[in-house]
Structures are given as structure tokens and as C-alpha cells.
């Protein structure tokens, strides 16, 4: 069962955020009202993750977060973002924490987030790799259009990562994090050309399109292609669709105050903050990602490259 450590000064907020958890699934969930709170819970303690809001009295998320990598670098955090201080999201990504959520879509998004930074928080303990004596390796994997092979998948492809020492700590999550946005962007987004605009509507016509387009041709014969290459200071990552593409300039700037609540370009900006190099070609529909092993990385994690 999952320890998780909601940190808000809000009593009703972080009453919220424990009912959604624990009737979504079973979870145990520990509050604290600051950072200097939740520090001293998680010192005496272990948690598998921690949600934390931004804004709070004597250390607020963001400080807390900069302790948390120094003191517990594999300790995922999840930040919550409100309208005023969305930028901070961008900072909070760049500092650690493996994912963000606003707070408007806190009921409909917490759940599968937390889920999702779970998932990859324990993926790096469940598979042993014949990768760890050897200086490169590649691996190529073909998926169908069914997201509940995507955990697995990221499993294999971070641990081959974990073995060669390209990743460790919180970059293992963070590194999963970005995985995974880009295989369920390609299988969804990609292959079943479902745009991320309908989870905006309150119904559920997201998830009915997604059903739908998994059994109906030509979408359904589409296969994700993904090839991993290791090396000893670098793996490079290739995620490839066969849907018709889209314009990767036409996307909303997610770091943008107007856009961070919105789920389009959510993805990317993940994955930007969590790769050394990201690069889309094909018009958009193959994505390569690069990460540097600790003690090659370049200066600004964040920076990209875009090819049409």
C-alpha cells in the first residue's frame, strides 16, 4: 500500500486530495501544513511520494523540493500549480520534481498521476538486465495500441538506462515520466488521432473516441515503434507512430501562464524538462530523446532541438 505525504497549508485542500487518492485506490495518506512539516515526517519516516502545493507559509513547495533532492534524491515529488504561480511549474521541473498538476484539474487529474509517477518510482526495482557488464546495446520493441503495456515497456527501456549508470535518483522517475508521455502520446495522439482538447469536456468523449479507434481500421492496424541505444555516457530514444504527424510549431507553448492548464503540449513540456535533447521529425509523428549520463550533462537539461 502506498505512503504518500500531502503538504498544504490548507486543511480543506489536503482533506480533498486524500479522498480523491484513497477512494480512487488504496493508499495511506500523511499530511503535513509546510515544507518544514513534511521534512520532519519524511525524516523520521519513508514515504513513496510526496504531493506538495507551491504557495505555503515559513518553506513553500518549491524549497522544499531543492531540500528533498539533496537529502532524498529518489523520493518523487508531485507539484500542484494554481492560477498566479503557474510558472513556477516550469522551475519545479527543473528542479526535481517528476510531474505537476493544476489545481482546477486536481479531482479529475490526481489519481492517474499519481499513478503514473508510482508506476515509475518502481519500475527501476522490478526488472534485473543482463545490460549492466556491457559498453552499448540496442533494442528495438513494437507496440499495439493498448496503453497497459506502456508500465512495462518504460520499465525495460529505463532499466537498460539504470544498468549502464546513464540514469540514477530521481533521474530514474523523471527519466520514466518522460517515457511514458511520449508512448501514450504516440499511441493516443499518434496512432489514434485522438486530440488531448477533449479532455477538457466534462464528459467522457476522450476516453469512448480512444475505445472506439482501438477496434476501428485504419487506426487500429497502427503499430508505436520504439528503439533504445545505449551507450556509455548517452542512451537515445526513438518513439515512432504511423499516424498522419501534426505541426509540432502549431503546438501552444506550455510553459506559457495561459497554457500550463491546459493538457495539450502538457506532454511535451515533460518531456523537455526531463531530456537533454528532444527532437520531432516525420512531421511530428517520430519523436528522438536523448539523455546524458550524470557526468556528461550538458548545462541546461531543458534545451531542445525541433525538426520539421
Known sequence: MPDILIVDDSEFDREFAAEI???AMDRRCVFA???VAALERIRERPFDLVVTDMQMP????????RVLQQEFPQLPVIVVTSRGNEETAVEALQCGASSYIPKRQLRN???????????????NRMLESLLENRRSEEITLELQNNCDFVGGTVRLLVDGAEKFGIVQGSEIVRVSVALEEAIVNAIIHGNLEVSSELRERPDDAF?????????????????VTITADYRHDEVRFCIKDEGPGFDVDSLPDPTDSENILKCSGRGIMLMRAFMDEVTFSDQG???RMVK????CSIEN????AIAG
Do not use: K
Open 285 to 287: 509523428s517520430q519523436i
Open 33 to 35: 501544513h509546510n515544507g
Open 207 to 223: 476516453e469512448n473516441l480512444v475505445r472506439l479507434r482501438r477496434n476501428t481500421q485504419p487506426y487500429c492496424d497502427r503499430r
Open 301 to 304: 537539461n531543458s534545451s531542445t
Open 21 to 23: 487518492l484513497m477512494t
Open 292 to 295: 546524458y549520463a550524470s557526468s
Open 109 to 123: 487529474r490526481l489519481a492517474e498521476t499519481v499513478d503514473e509517477v508510482l508506476r515509475s518510482s518502481q519500475s
Open 58 to 65: 515559513r518553506m513553500g513547495g518549491l524549497e522544499l523540493l
